[in-house]
C-alpha cells in the first residue's frame, strides 16, 4: 500500500533551504562586508560569472563573504528578493556588516558589462574599509 503515495518530493527542497537561509544568516552576522549574488541555475549568463565569484570568494576573503541565492524557488526568498529589490539575474548586491545594502548591479546586458560592475562594485567597497 505505501508504494501508491508520492515520494516527499519537498522534504529536500525545504532542507536546502532551511541550510541556505543559515548560510545567509552567518554571512550577514560574519561582521564582514558581503557580496550577494542572485542568480538562476537555467542562466547561462549566471553560471559563466561563477568562477569569477568564485575567485572573488577566495582572493577577497579577509574582508569580504560571498554568498549566492538561486532565485528558482522565489517563494522561499520574497523577502529577501524584496528587500533588495532584485528584479533580474544575475543581480550583485554589496551589503555592509548588518545586512545594509551599499550598491547593487544593474541590469545585465553581457558577461563582459557584468563582471565589470562587480569588479567596480568589489573596488569601491575596498575603498570605504
Not at 1 to 19: E, G, H, N, T
Not at 104 to 114: D, E, F, Q, T
Request: glycine fraction near 4%; proline fraction near 7%; aromatic fraction near 8%.
Amino acid at each position: 500500500m505505501d508504494s501508491f503515495y508520492p515520494q516527499p518530493l519537498m522534504i529536500p527542497r525545504r532542507v536546502s533551504a532551511s541550510q541556505s537561509h543559515s548560510r545567509f544568516a552567518r554571512t550577514l552576522r560574519s561582521g564582514k562586508n558581503a557580496l550577494v549574488m542572485f542568480y538562476s541555475k537555467n542562466c547561462v549568463l549566471c553560471r559563466s560569472l561563477q568562477p569569477l565569484v568564485d575567485e572573488v570568494a577566495k582572493r577577497e576573503d579577509d574582508w569580504l563573504e560571498v554568498a549566492r541565492i538561486c532565485t528558482d524557488a522565489q517563494d522561499e526568498w520574497v523577502p529577501e528578493m524584496l528587500h533588495y529589490g532584485i528584479e533580474y539575474v544575475p543581480c550583485f548586491v554589496m551589503l555592509v556588516p548588518g545586512g545594509d545594502a551599499i550598491m547593487k548591479s544593474g541590469p545585465p546586458k553581457n558577461s563582459a558589462i557584468v563582471s565589470k560592475s562587480l569588479v567596480a562594485m568589489i573596488e569601491y567597497s575596498k575603498l570605504k574599509e
